[in-house]
């Protein structure tokens, strides 16, 4: 049987009722409700690794490659904009100490869920990343995918240890046939995201139009040593 791990949602240090069906649910019913309901995927142990496994491949990639030749063990991240929480729960299942930030309450309330469910700590945040407190050199990874606040990107500077990575995935202008090849307003221009994060040192950034847009996936690394 999973086991419920410790977890306050937070607003930015106060404190914050989990949303809408779990806040009414009784604390027993909270412990049985399943992570399959709350991800709506088919019960069993087999697909539910395939299923946190099949999410977005760059965090794996980025991880084995960059990740965890440099950083030998589990220390801190933080995931912005996290929503469901794959990949901070995925780093929390190796034993990271993971923080989250996501503006909408319903994904932090599953996601709450489901570390109760995985028995993994995960210490989350309701609100917009541009008003979290970033402290200083705290982080040792921080994974940013499709939230595009270029103000968002020196404050991830600061906040990195020195050596610390980013691992970062987001949409991107594509124009190669003369038309606009992207879903999201004012995306990256290509070989943008670099020149907003002149302190880290570039490990891997790959531009490609993907399904009718573009994409850029980028690892740094902030120059210093730990």
Known sequence: MWSLSRFVVCEYGKLKQLPTFLERM??????????????????????LNAFFSAGDQAIGKAYGQFVAKSIQNACVALDLACGLGRHALWLAS??????????????????SQASFELNVNL???VGDAAEYKFEPTRFDLIVLFYHLDRSLFLKIVSALKPSGLLIC???????SDGHSATVSPNPLDRNELPSLVPELHVLYQEERPVRGRGVVEFVGRKLGVP
């Open 26 to 47: 009784p604390f027993a019913s909270r412990q049985s409700y399943p992570i399959t309901k709350l991800y709506q995927v088919s019960s069993g142990e087999e697909n």
């Open 94 to 111: 190796r034993n990271w100490r993971v923080s989250g930030v996501d503006l909408s309450d319903v994904a932090i309330g599953k996601l």
């Open 123 to 125: 210490d989350l945040f």
């Open 169 to 175: 995935k987001m949409s991107l202008e594509w124009d």
